[in-house]
T-cell receptor, first 113, second 115 residues
Framework: AQSVTQLGSHVSVSEGALVLLRCNYS??????LFWYVQYPNQGLQLLLK??????LVKGINGFEAEFKKSETSFHLTKPSAHMSDAAEYFC???????????FGTGTRLQVFP | GAVVSQHPSRVICKSGTSVKIECRSL??????MFWYRQFPKQSLMLMAT?????????EQGVEKDKFLINHASLTLSTLTVTSAHPEDSSFYIC???????????FGQGTRLTVV
């Protein structure tokens, strides 16, 4: 069975500071990994995805994530936080090109001026 | 990217009534659609997988007679919450994908409030 663990339900950073949101996964097969962002009362928007190509994945809005098999991690980073980055972020895993996305519990990012 | 539209975005209904939520893929054909439920400040939980032209596959613990799913065309799936109760109040989100796509596109969600 696959699972995703997001460490830290809340992360607060100052505007301009580094953003680091942690995600660890468990999968018995090579996983596909995703990061989504959710703004209040809205659906999810894909930030980036790892599909067994390059281990460093660049996404939208300046975000990137690195797949580390040895650490079973897929942490999301952004060098400089912007106020508009404040949202809920979800890490998700699926078994390759299959149906189900298994989501982590989410991390709420707050950005202070 | 592809667009998935959900309707309505918000709905309030009386306890005991039924509510239908629509999920449409606007610019692609979705052979598979998924329905998720999200409680406040929690993650998304997959309720069911809907395949066009066949019965939906429900996750363990989801009552298929209460949450009726119909995927009658390649661009439309509907979720009907039957005999709704206050505990069914939640944020329901659909997503859709095609077999050749590793990405699932999400609708904007429907907030259901049962009073």
């Amino acid at each position: 069975a696959q699972s995703v663990t997001q460490l830290g339900s809340h992360v607060s950073v100052s505007e301009g500071a580094l953003v680091l949101l942690r995600c660890n996964y468990s999968s018995s097969v090579p996983p596909y990994l995703f990061w989504y962002v959710q703004y209040p009362n809205q659906g999810l928007q894909l930030l980036l995805k790892y599909t067994s190509a390059a281990t460093l994945v660049k996404g939208i809005n300046g975000f990137e994530a690195e797949f580390k098999k040895s650490e079973t991690s897929f942490h999301l980073t952004k060098p400089s936080a912007h106020m508009s980055d404040a949202a809920e972020y979800f890490c998700a895993v699926s078994e390759g090109n299959t149906d189900k996305l298994i989501f982590g519990t989410g991390t709420r990012l707050q950005v202070f001026p | 990217g592809a667009v998935v539209s959900q309707h309505p975005s918000r709905v309030i209904c009386k306890s005991g009534t039924s509510v239908k939520i629509e999920c449409r893929s606007l610019d692609f054909q979705a052979t598979t659609m998924f329905w998720y439920r999200q409680f406040p400040k929690q993650s998304l939980m997959l309720m069911a997988t809907s395949n066009e032209g066949s019965k939906a596959t429900y996750e363990q613990g989801v009552e298929k007679d209460k949450f009726l799913i119909n995927h009658a065309s390649l661009t439309l799936s509907t979720l009907t919450v039957t005999s709704a109760h206050p505990e069914d109040s939640s944020f329901y989100i659909c997503s859709a994908r095609t077999p050749e796509n590793t990405e699932a596109f999400f609708g904007q969600g429907t907030r259901l409030t049962v009073v």
